[in-house]
């Protein structure tokens, strides 16, 4: 097995209050051979402040985009794993910092295991501020103290569990991958400007082989704070669309590269989101037959004519009925 040298790639936006505990903290690991800060257009000070950070240190070295422009955060992580000169890749949010011994469990695994292409660790929540958790909450966030899923899903299962959301999920702060890995899945869509991780994040479970490692005890913490990009107030119709974005990328990367089973499970979660999110929280339902209300989500797919028509192909093959069990339930 190779030298475990991992390349952690931060992107800065708006983060200058942060980002210098975060890349101490990644060159703290002994496992870190490089840390790559993508700066992205950032409002505040975090450009002199990523600047310095590079002077001072021999690991840091510093990206922009051209002319400084703003191009979101999967554009940034994405130069960032262009320019990476090592085997394995990491991630860390500019705001979030890891905790001692980051790597130390991953890189046994790796060790122990050479057909592992990554490896997914827990991640917990340090809360800011009242203010802070509050927004989060709102914004309908989960407010587990710790990021995880539970042990013993088979690599095979990993990514079902993850498309299927009913066995937890892991950050990107937690994962930690072959640099070889992208070369089946990709990189991040950059059309994304939210959710981008979590679709690279299924893309790599896709087609990659990740095994657990720390579940019981973070790696890395994640902050919550008045600034979080993801938590900022949307409406409930903007929240749809961001998130029917975000399936329909992986369904229509799924189509291209998947086999029939991941296109099957992908399609069955986008249509199973479109028919579960409400637009609106207090609507009443009791004044409508469930059939009436499953019909009128149903009709948001007009937006969407290519899972419109795959949908209906589908049924009218006799599979992917929609369960009335479930379809009361989603309602």
Same mark, same amino acid.
């Given at each position: ?34 840390? @790559? ?41 994405? @130069? ?52 802070? !958790? ?53 990189? !991040? ?21 990740? &095994?657990?490692?720390?579940?019981? !005890? ?16 949307? %409406? !409930? ?38 028919? %579960? ?9 009791? @004044? ?10 149903? &009709? ?12 209906? @192909? ?18």
């Amino acid at each position: 097995m190779n030298e475990f040298k991992v390349s952690v790639i931060i992107p800065v936006y708006n983060a200058a209050a942060y980002i210098s505990q975060a890349v101490e903290s990644a060159l703290a690991q002994p496992e870190t051979a490089e840390v @790559l800060l993508v700066e992205d257009g950032s409002p505040d000070n975090a450009l002199e402040i990523c600047q310095a950070l590079a002077s001072e240190h021999d690991k840091v070295r510093l990206f922009r985009h051209p002319n400084g422009e703003n191009r979101g955060a999967g554009a940034s992580r994405n @130069l960032g794993m262009r320019n990476a000169k090592f085997d394995y890749i990491a991630f860390l949010d500019a705001d979030d910092y890891y905790l001692p011994g980051r790597f130390s469990v991953a890189s046994e695994v790796f060790r122990l295991d050479p057909a592992c292409e990554g490896i997914y660790e827990a991640v917990a929540m340090r809360v800011e501020s009242d203010e802070g !958790m509050d927004r989060w909450q709102t914004a309908g966030k989960s407010d587990r103290k710790l990021q995880t899923t539970p042990p013993g899903i088979p690599p095979e299962e990993v990514a079902e569990a993850l498309i299927k959301g009913d066995k937890g999920y892991f950050q990107l702060n937690g994962l930690v991958i072959r640099k070889s890995v992208l070369e089946k899945s990709g990189l !991040m869509n950059e059309g994304l400007r939210l959710h981008q991780d979590t679709e690279f994040i299924q893309r790599v479970a896709l087609t990659s082989r990740l &095994l657990p490692g720390r579940l019981d !005890m973070p790696v890395a913490m994640w902050r919550v704070h008045p600034e979080n990009r993801v938590s900022a107030p949307r %409406s !409930m119709l903007k929240q749809y669309k961001d998130r029917m974005k975000h399936w329909l990328s992986l369904y229509r990367w799924v189509k291209q590269h998947g086999s029939k089973e991941q296109q099957s499970l992908v399609r069955e979660a986008t249509l199973s989101f479109n028919r %579960s999110h409400k637009f609106f929280a207090k609507f009443p339902r009791n @004044l409508f037959p469930d059939a009436l209300l499953f019909m009128a989500r149903q &009709l948001r797919l007009v937006a969407f004519p290519e899972l419109l028509i795959d949908q209906w @192909l589908h049924f009218g093959r006799g599979t992917n009925k929609p369960d009335s069990h479930k379809l009361r339930r989603d309602l």
